[in-house]
């Protein structure tokens, strides 16, 4: 009881914008109080870059890379939690990648897999809010329905197997900037063994 606590206070501090990545925990759980359901959540986002130098010299964008259990009195789902932020402000310009998170297409390895996000309010996601915070920067976030097999995959994959492509033609790729794994593989190790 004492440790959902804490991480739900370590949860509600980020929400708050009170700590950084580093303070966090590999992973988190929490209750939604207004839906209802727990959710754990890898805690330090495993983050993903790509160049934007048009924009300006030495201009990235960033794509947090999380991963979600929510579990709805025993019905579990899983998803993957995309948050795009830059550090190069756009002054009202419309963006790229805010327009075409919608889709978005994984590489893992050899492996692509293309997820469609969950549209917002769509009551198979189950929560009342987003999970995680807004960064400085922020340009889009979306959340993707994943199988315990793609989590697996995701967890084992090495930094230079892992990018997510973004865009109709593939535009935007981002590859790894600032992985961190230990949440990733924590995540894929509590998950509920395969059946033979």
């Not at 995959?153 to 109709?168: F, I």
């Amino acid at each position: 009881m004492q440790r959902l606590l804490a991480t739900f206070l370590c949860l509600a501090a980020v929400l708050t914008g009170c700590v950084t990545a580093e303070d966090l925990p590999p992973l988190m759980t929490a209750l939604d109080q207004q839906s209802g359901v727990t959710v754990e959540a890898t805690g330090i986002p495993y983050v993903l870059a790509h160049e934007a130098a048009a924009l300006a010299a030495n201009a990235r964008d960033y794509l947090d890379l999380r991963l979600l259990d929510v579990d709805r009195m025993g019905k579990r789902s899983y998803y993957l939690s995309l948050v795009v932020f830059s550090t190069v402000a756009r002054h009202g310009e419309s963006s790229p990648t805010a327009a075409a998170i919608g889709k978005v297409r994984v590489r893992i390895g050899s492996q692509v897999v293309e997820l469609e996000a969950v549209r917002e309010g769509e009551e198979a996601y189950g929560l009342s809010a987003r999970v995680f915070p807004r960064r400085i920067g922020y340009l889009a976030a979306a959340e993707y329905p994943v199988t315990p097999a793609f989590v697996r995959a995701l967890a084992a994959a090495g930094e230079h197997d892992l990018a997510v492509e973004v865009g109709p033609d593939t535009d935007l790729v981002y590859e790894p900037w600032e992985p961190a794994t230990e949440g990733l593989k924590g995540f894929a190790e509590r998950l509920p063994r395969p059946a033979r």
